[in-house]
């Protein structure tokens, strides 16, 4: 009883309801439920955003298909190592078949169900497409999914106007998004995974030292 990934474009992502002036510049009101949302096209997400996330979430993202053995691996070494689960071996692929599709649950039933929709979406979608989904469906803190709404909410713009730093804190969030929240009371912590962002961007191409 999979779901069908053939038009994951087409599928129902909740998005707030958002009420502006009559020339459509002011935003008055935002009414959501569950989750404050604004899915918006690939061509309005920065490539800076793009490239911390992939430097965070799954650095050889491009490179692999739906699984990266090698980060499943050093996890689960990791993890033996530690006593405990510190790391996970997911690709962006699994997260946003988790996210979209999939209940939280922890379940050797719903890795299984998590590891098929992967493979189906990296059969029919391009790298890119994937990821611009995910950017739209994962939760960067608080009823804030996407990162729009987060860019919003953070920053007071939108995201395709964010640098480098606003880049790297967004990244720094989907982790732990009510741990990093800036709002809380963990913002050192959310200051030192950012430069730790920004540090893996350098190492990995992406920006120079300048």
């Known amino acids: ?9 087409g599928f129902n992502i909740a998005e707030s309801t958002r009420l502006y002036d009559r020339e459509g510049d002011v935003l008055f009101y935002e009414i959501y439920k569950e989750e404050k949302r604004t899915v918006i096209p690939a061509e309005d997400i920065p490539d800076v955003l793009r490239n ?6 799954d650095n ?3 490179e692999h298909g739906a699984f990266d053995w090698r980060g499943l691996v050093r996890a689960l070494f990791v993890n033996v190592l530690r006593g405990r689960v510190v790391q996970g071996g997911s690709t962006i692929t699994q997260q946003l078949a988790k996210n979209t599709f999939l209940s939280p649950e922890r379940t050797i039933t719903r890795k299984l169900r998590e590891a098929v929709l992967a493979i189906k979406l990296e059969q029919k979608y391009s790298k890119d497409d994937i990821l ?5 469906e994962v939760p960067y803190g608080p009823n804030i999914y996407g990162v729009e709404a987060a860019a919003t909410a953070y920053f007071n713009k939108s995201a395709k106007d964010i640098g480098i730093n606003e880049a790297a804190t967004l990244a720094a969030l989907p982790k732990a998004p009510s741990y ?6 963990h913002k050192n912590e959310l200051k030192d995974r950012k430069n730790f962002v920004i540090e893996r961007m350098n190492e990995l191409g992406h920006i120079d030292d300048q």
Do not use: R
């Open 60 to 62: 050889s993202f491009y």
């Open 180 to 185: 990093y929240s800036p709002w809380g009371s």
């Open 52 to 57: 911390a996330t992939v430097s965070m979430e």
């Open 132 to 136: 611009n989904l995910y950017l739209n």
């Open 1 to 9: 009883n999979l779901p069908d990934v053939d038009d994951i474009t």
